[in-house]
């Protein structure tokens, strides 16, 4: 069965400074894996994804995330924060192979940036 | 032109009444989703259709009741409305044969029930 655990539920950052949201999966098979991000009233966007390509995945606005499998992660990082980075955050899990694939979302992550 | 587009984004409505949710989405995908995000923004998967056919139907009360016309629409219509159907209610989409599958989402339909 898949499952994602978001570990922080809020993390705060100062402008400029490193970001980084943990994210851990649980899949059967070998997952598909995203971040997307959501501001305020707003609907999810794509930020990155993992499919089974290169483990080290670029995404926009100058993130990137490390598939471990190893570690069964895939945390999300920014070497500098930048305010209009505040955001809610979601990793997710997609099993494509079996039949009746899924998408589960985790929990979410806020990402605070203070000036 | 937007890709998943849904409406109405407010919705304020009293307890007991009956109201629905229009989504659309113009990008081609053969399958749609309903998420309810509540007010922790926790997503929870509602409903899946694959080429108007239902094939994720998660734990919801028969109250919500999706519509599929065809494969670019899918509509939630919710009876008896209750306090704890508050939320945001998001329509997404994606290709589900590709494994690149991503989700298009809408801005999502806030109902607050009274």
């Known amino acids: 069965a898949q499952s994602v655990t978001q570990l922080d539920s809020h993390v705060s950052v100062s402008e400029g400074t490193p970001v980084l949201l943990r994210c851990n999966y649980s899949s059967s098979y070998s997952p598909s894996l995203f971040w997307y991000v959501q501001h305020p009233n707003k609907g999810l966007q794509l930020l990155l994804k993992y499919t089974s390509a290169a483990t080290l995945v670029k995404g926009i606005n100058g993130f990137e995330a490390e598939f471990k499998k190893s570690e069964t992660s895939f945390h999300l990082t920014k070497p500098s924060a930048h305010m209009s980075d505040a955001a809610e955050y979601f990793c997710?899990?997609?099993?494509?192979?079996?039949?009746?694939?899924?998408?589960?979302f985790g929990s979410g992550t806020r990402l605070s940036i203070r000036p | 032109d937007t890709a998943v587009s849904q409406t109405p984004k407010y919705l304020v409505t009293q307890m007991g009444n009956d109201k629905s949710i229009k989504c659309e989405q113009n990008l081609g995908h053969d399958t749609m989703y309903w998420y309810k995000q509540d007010s922790k923004k926790f997503l929870k998967i509602m409903f899946s259709?694959?080429?108007?056919?239902?094939?994720i139907n998660e734990t919801v009360p028969n109250r919500f009741s999706p519509k599929s016309p065809d494969k670019a629409h899918l509509n939630l219509h919710i009876n008896s409305l209750e306090l704890g159907d508050s939320a945001v209610y998001f329509c997404?989409?994606?290709?589900?044969?590709?494994?690149?599958?991503?989700?298009?989402f809408g801005e999502g339909s806030r109902l607050t029930v009274l």
């Open positions: 259709y694959n080429n108007k056919e239902l094939i």
């Open positions: 997404a989409s994606t290709q589900l044969t590709s494994r690149d599958g991503e989700l298009f």
């Open positions: 997710v899990v997609s099993d494509w192979e079996s039949s009746a694939s899924k998408i589960i």
